[in-house]
């Protein structure tokens, strides 16, 4: 075996050590394998709770079967804001993070587990989920199936959390800080950016954040006011990550433990 093939499958082997560790802390601690559960449950169970409720009586939901089909994401994404801050920031917070780097001293492998894994969660989180979401949206509310954007909503439905989770991370390493980065995403997310779309004089420019270009990929119908096309706005939100992920790989070479 030549000496570039062993220094190979040697670094191959450390990756997948460190990868264990990282799906051992997953498994083990509380905080962070429930998180993904309760954004798989809110998802699906907020989705066909409002399609039973409302059903084919209120035409807000219907008249755009992407919007009512994961009217769920809405709640279960700030799931997996919390589980992508805790997965990273609560190792800032009690300071870990050292021993860690100490076990890892290559710091781009140890996030680049710590994103992978991650994204994995996501991943799973965003398949069934939006299973789940189709189905109940459709035991209550007919012609779901036969859409021609059925598709790219689906696909934008399993991709999108991925996304969100990848974004999330790289902005809690770039803030190494969770309080901060929790702070700063949850009500971003969940309450400031839904108000700003509808306020005028701001929707133009808040329709490129992450979250409003992602969730844009999974609506049926377009919205003229809406500047890109339903794909465009994925990889809106994919740069938004593939930016945030970066600086966090730069913040995390940068500064000390």
Excluded at 29 to 47: K, Y
Aim: charged share 10%.
């Amino acid at each position: 075996m030549s000496a570039a093939t062993a220094t190979t499958a040697t670094s191959a082997s450390i990756t997948r050590n460190v990868l264990r560790a990282e799906r051992i802390k997953l498994t083990t601690l509380r905080s962070l394998w429930t998180t993904p559960l309760v954004a798989l449950l809110l998802t699906v169970g907020f989705g066909t709770a409002v399609a039973a409720v409302v059903g084919t009586k209120d035409d807000s939901l219907t008249a755009d079967p992407g919007l009512g089909i994961h009217y769920g994401l809405n709640f279960g994404q700030a799931a997996l804001v919390c589980f992508a801050v805790l997965l990273l920031g609560q190792e800032f917070n009690t300071h870990m993070i050292g021993v860690s780097l100490t076990a890892v001293p290559h710091r781009g492998r140890l996030y680049g587990a710590k994103l992978a894994l991650g994204a994995a969660v996501a991943l799973g989180v965003g398949v069934l989920g939006t299973a789940g979401s189709f189905i109940g949206y459709a035991a209550f509310v007919p012609d779901v199936w036969d859409a021609p954007a059925l598709a790219r909503s689906a696909t934008a439905g399993v991709l999108y959390p991925v996304l969100l989770v990848v974004f999330c991370l790289g902005l809690t390493a770039v803030l190494r800080n969770l309080t901060a980065a929790m702070g700063l995403l949850l009500p971003g997310v969940f309450l400031l950016s839904p108000l700003l779309s509808g306020v005028p004089g701001v929707r133009r420019a808040v329709q490129f954040l992450p979250d409003r270009a992602g969730q844009y990929a999974l609506r049926y119908a377009d919205d003229p006011q809406v500047a890109y096309g339903h794909w465009t706005g994925l990889l809106i939100t994919a740069l938004w990550a593939a930016v945030a992920a970066y600086g966090g790989l730069c913040s995390l070479r940068r500064h000390a433990a």
